[in-house]
């Protein structure tokens, strides 16, 4: 995916020199330059065949995690305060890698699963700042977000919600993603994962 995206930026650079040669008031086209490069990388992410991978700290105060890049989907994800701090693993993928359960209609087009290994209790209050962002997903297109959680044999369901997207640097945006957690509480140690789908399948917006 790298060699793509490196592919693309050379070839809109080639283009910008030959436009230079002929007319200097040829610029880029803007949506063809976003479409040349991804989200960044997390610092610190593990990039596998199929998925990549990150360790988190979830603070006490609330804040944003940054999402795994993984082919083209990439971002932060604000979170509410948390009533004890813990560490979640995540783990971004375009496949249901762990034959998770099918939450919404459809096939998701991303897949966040997370790992807690502690229990903890979200507050309700997050920023609306930063989002899940791709080339794939499309500006002014509602989409929705499913969550579940299982410990032991207990499984607690995220209220689901639907954001539409908005535009980013890097393609459509879709924010508020934390509502996801807001009021929940993880009993123990857990594993989960957050589906996207493309359209508005709840009518709670997020």
């Known amino acids: 995916m790298k060699g793509i995206h490196g592919a693309l930026v050379l070839g809109a ?7 230079g040669q002929v007319s200097n008031t040829a610029p880029v086209p803007a949506a063809f330059a976003m479409r ?21 700290r979830l603070k006490k105060r609330g804040g944003a995690f940054c999402i795994p890049e993984f082919d083209g989907f990439g971002g932060t994800m604000e979170y509410p305060g948390v009533e004890r701090a813990v560490k979640l693993v995540l783990r971004s993928s375009t496949e249901n890698l762990y034959d ?27 920023s609306s700042q930063g989002g899940l962002t791709a080339e794939q997903i499309q500006v002014g297109q509602p989409y929705t977000a499913f969550g579940v959680v299982t410990v032991g044999h207990l499984a607690l369901m995220f209220p689901p919600c ?10 459509g945006v879709l924010s508020n993603l934390g509502e996801l957690f807001a009021g929940t509480t ?10 996207i789908y493309s359209g508005e399948q709840v009518t709670q917006q997020c």
Do not use: W
């Not at 650079?13 to 436009?19: D, G, K, L, M």
């Open 13 to 19: 650079a080639t283009a910008a020199a030959a436009c």
């Open 36 to 56: 040349a490069a991804a989200p960044p990388q997390c610092e610190g992410q593990r990039t596998a065949k199929k998925y990549a991978q990150l360790k988190v």
């Open 100 to 126: 998770d359960p099918q939450l919404g209609s459809g096939t998701a087009i991303f897949y966040l699963n997370l790992h807690f290994l502690e229990g903890t209790h979200f507050g309700t209050s997050f």
């Open 162 to 171: 639907y954001t539409v997207a908005t535009q980013g640097p890097y393609g």
């Open 186 to 195: 993880i009993t123990g140690a857990g594993y989960g994962v957050i589906e």
